[in-house]
């Protein structure tokens, strides 16, 4: 490490470029590039921090959004080749650059460098503008660990970050993996910034003032009201995480409630809240694949929330004939589940060429939910009306879980040297980014988070809605 550090200070100031025997900074580079990418700086509404600590912000009418910090004079250059979505991310990891400040405005630079490519041939002729101060910047191996102002952290504690699969795409063994990879990474680490209820999914907020631990607990009311729960009835809950909503239903309408997961942490915890709560007459947690819940059990409600992303789009319909299956006649089925709403508007070649060459979601797939499958919300009822439901109701809650997830990771920068311990320093910086990112996501309208009431109607047609939804919301 001493000697790749004594290379970057020796690089740090000047490099050869193409004219012999001339030399040029590599601080003018670097300016030249960020230019180039994202405007000027007195356009541009965030602030540059170099290696030397100089900072670069021209505008005087407005603080910057976030300040982009780049740690060492080639950081550009390990963030931009290759330019994808991948490569930027792990760039961050690699603590090359950093955030101070607004993560998720910050989110807005990747569409704003996929946009920039627009084509085979905007990419050509950016990198004709770009390419050859990028490789005037100086060049070094990648690092194996993060740095950070108090010192150098590990790699990695607790999840594996390169997450390892085989087998056949959504099977069960391979979809057992690719869940746990994410959801095993402890349960300390999510307590740090989740609900006291540890409610992993979106939250709902009737006014956006109300604490995370209120808007988490509406949500939980909002699902029971939706399925119209009634004492004594059965309750499935398919991806159950940490046994929130089935306590919640248990105690606050009491059903009997059955809530599955693949995550062994997650269940052990759950059952632990059980016991303490004193409910283990009316809900039990079990790790159970939704595939394999026993073709004789039959529920009168059933709910999904923030499971059906692991589905994919192979297996849609088995998800749905499987819960219509399980489902009494004159049931109700609540599926809450992020939505593709950018897969289901019209695009040009230059937009789907842009995606290709920057690899959108690349970053995720490899880090934070190996296999996971967004569909446009079209297609998952048409998926559902497909097994026999009949749709009853939508609601979107997407600016609901925006807010959520700016909660979310205003509580994990908090407690940022508590999840660096846990985990170590590169998992903390996944799910900070993964959350600012998903959060611009909802905000600007890419991603969808939607709440689908289907229904089991009996021979007769009959269900157990009411005429009005008006006792939803009193």
């Known amino acids: ?43 541009r509404s965030f602030a540059v921090r170099l290696w030397d600590g100089s900072v670069h912000y021209a505008r005087r009418d407005r603080e910057p959004d ?3 910090v780049l740690r060492r004079p080639d950081a550009l250059r390990r963030m931009l080749l290759p330019p ?17 400040g607004d993560i998720e405005a910050a989110a807005a630079l990747s569409e704003m460098l996929a946009a920039r490519i627009g084509s085979p041939l905007g990419l050509a002729r950016l990198m004709r503008r770009v390419g050859p101060r990028l490789m005037a910047l100086p060049e070094s191996p990648p690092e194996h660990t993060v740095s950070t102002g108090n010192g150098r952290v590990g790699p990695k504690r607790g999840a594996d970050l390169n997450v390892r699969l085989a087998g056949l795409r959504h099977s069960r063994r391979r979809d057992a993996v690719a869940v746990r990879s994410h959801y095993d990474v402890g349960n300390d680490f999510y307590a740090l910034w989740l609900d006291r209820r540890m409610v992993y999914s979106c939250a709902y907020f009737k006014t956006g003032t109300e604490t995370l631990d209120e808007a988490q607990t509406a949500k939980m ?10 004492p004594g009835e059965t309750l499935l809950d398919i991806g159950c995480g940490w046994g929130g909503l089935v306590m919640y239903a248990a105690e606050h309408y ?25 409910l283990g007459g009316r809900c039990r947690v079990e790790v159970l694949d939704y595939r394999d819940v026993p073709p004789s059990e039959q529920f ?23 819960t219509w299956r399980h ?4 049931g109700l089925f609540l599926n809450h589940g992020i939505v593709d709403l950018a897969a289901a508007r019209p695009s040009g070649p230059a937009e789907k060429v842009a995606e290709k060459i920057f690899r959108t979601g690349s970053f995720i797939e490899k880090y934070v939910f190996p296999d996971g499958e967004l569909m446009p919300p079209g297609e998952v009822i048409r998926a559902a009306e497909g097994a026999g439901f009949e749709t009853r109701d939508v609601e979107s ?47 600007s309208g890419t991603l969808g988070i939607v709440q689908t009431l289907f229904s089991k109607p009996r021979e007769d047609g009959s269900t157990v809605l009411p005429w009005t939804r008006e006792d939803l919301y009193v």
Request: hydrophobic share 45%; with cysteine; glycine share 6%.
């Open 1 to 43: 490490m001493a000697s790749i550090q004594a290379r970057h200070d020796t690089a740090g100031t000047t490099q050869p470029v193409a004219a012999p025997g001339k030399r040029v900074p590599v601080k003018h580079h670097t300016l030249k590039i960020m230019d180039a990418l994202f405007g000027p700086a007195a356009q």
């Open 66 to 68: 976030f300040t982009l």
């Open 84 to 100: 994808t979505e991948l490569a930027l991310g792990e760039a961050y990891l690699r603590d090359d650059f950093d955030i101070e």
């Open 221 to 230: 009311e909002l699902i029971c009201r939706k399925l119209r729960l009634r």
């Open 254 to 278: 009491g059903v009997n409630a059955l809530g599955i997961t693949l995550s062994m942490p997650q269940a052990e915890i759950a059952r632990q809240r059980i016991r303490e709560a004193r």
């Open 300 to 322: 009168d409600k059933i709910v999904s929330v923030g499971m059906f992303e692991h589905v994919g789009r192979k297996n849609l319909p088995l998800y749905f004939e499987q």
């Open 327 to 330: 489902l009494a006649p004159g």
């Open 397 to 443: 809650l997407r600016e609901h879980y925006a807010l959520t997830l700016r909660h979310w990771v205003r509580r994990l920068e908090e407690r940022h040297d508590d999840a660096a311990r846990l985990v170590g320093e590169a998992t903390y910086r996944v799910w900070r980014l993964y959350m600012a990112g998903v959060a611009h996501g909802f905000a």
